[in-house]
């Protein structure tokens, strides 16, 4: 049952994500999507640090700006600009092969190697994806794809750093998004300035959806997201994002009025399929009575933990 809680509270954040694609056209202004980044990661991470009141210490200090760095201050900017750039979805396309980056970077820094079933649940779950969001469209623009490919690896890279690093002694993981959250929305601000210039003025249902996407889709979303990793595997937890270009067709479709064709419900139905079997534990071999020797018998000081890092990953 712990598991189970620990994968549906995780698949909180990709469900959440899924709608900021409809919040930001119906709700937003036009065309300022760092600006919408920086409003998304900054609020959300001085709320958290003044509700953790915790600071980071030592080395930690440069572990969470390399960690904001690239899950929101490298990935917002790099995300936005794909989906402005891309046509027909081809950033959600890229960015649902996502479990397969992370498990290639699992087995360099985690030692974990991916099993050809984690490579097949993963390609599935990039299959259902592209039938659901990629639409015919011309030549692809290049600075498009390399942010796409380059906020994927991005988000990747901080998931599985996330993991390899783990929380120093006595802070939780309220703290830990805090500090990501803070320091990814202040490599944001300069960059918003430069480019977009001065904040947009904001009317009511602005501030709405800005309130909505940095408590509901950030805040909450990231904090559920950073506890999930220390809970599930690296690769356990990326193969819930297709969940997010999921919901986000469904919420077109029945809020947007967008129409579902049946290949894009075929291939919501591989996504999802592929998205519950990457949570299933893999059968184990019967262990054969005769064979086995526990750590006491075979001078091992140490044995069965169920609590170690694979487990709590």
Do not use: C, H
């Amino acid at each position: 049952m712990k598991r189970a809680t620990a994968i549906l509270l995780t698949a909180y954040a990709p469900l959440t994500w899924g709608s900021t694609y409809a919040v930001t056209t119906e709700f937003l202004p036009a065309d300022r999507p760092l600006f919408t980044g920086l409003m998304r990661a900054l609020p959300a991470g001085l709320l958290l640090l003044l509700l953790a009141r915790r600071l980071p210490r030592g080395e930690w200090w440069w572990k969470s700006l390399v960690l904001g760095a690239l899950n929101i201050g490298a990935f917002f900017p790099l995300l936005f600009l794909s989906a402005y750039r891309l046509p027909g979805g081809m950033a959600a396309v890229v960015g649902s092969v996502g479990p397969l980056f992370v498990a290639g970077l699992s087995a360099l820094l985690l030692a974990d190697r991916p099993s050809p079933r984690t490579l097949l649940t993963g390609a599935a779950a990039a299959l259902g994806v592209s039938l659901v969001v990629l639409k015919a469209a011309g030549a692809l623009d290049a600075v498009g794809l390399l942010a796409a490919v380059g906020s994927t690896a991005s988000m990747s890279t901080g998931t599985v750093l996330t993991k390899r690093w783990g929380r120093p002694d006595g802070v939780g993981p309220l703290a830990l998004t805090a500090w990501q959250l803070t320091a990814g929305g202040l490599l944001i601000a300069p960059v918003a300035l430069l480019v977009e210039g001065a904040p947009p003025a904001l009317d009511g249902r602005n501030i709405a959806g800005y309130v909505y996407l940095s408590l509901a889709g950030t805040a909450v979303a990231y904090w559920l997201w950073f506890r999930g990793i220390g809970s599930l595997s690296a690769t356990q937890a990326s193969l819930l994002g297709p969940l997010s270009p999921l919901t986000a067709a469904v919420i077109g479709w029945a809020a947007l009025g967008q129409a579902l064709t049946a290949v894009q419900v075929g291939g919501m139905a591989l996504a999802f399929a592929a998205t519950v079997f990457g949570q299933l534990r893999p059968a184990r071999p019967a262990t054969d009575p005769k064979t086995f020797s526990s750590a006491s018998k075979t001078d091992r000081k140490d044995s069965m933990d169920l609590e170690g890092e694979a487990v709590r990953r």
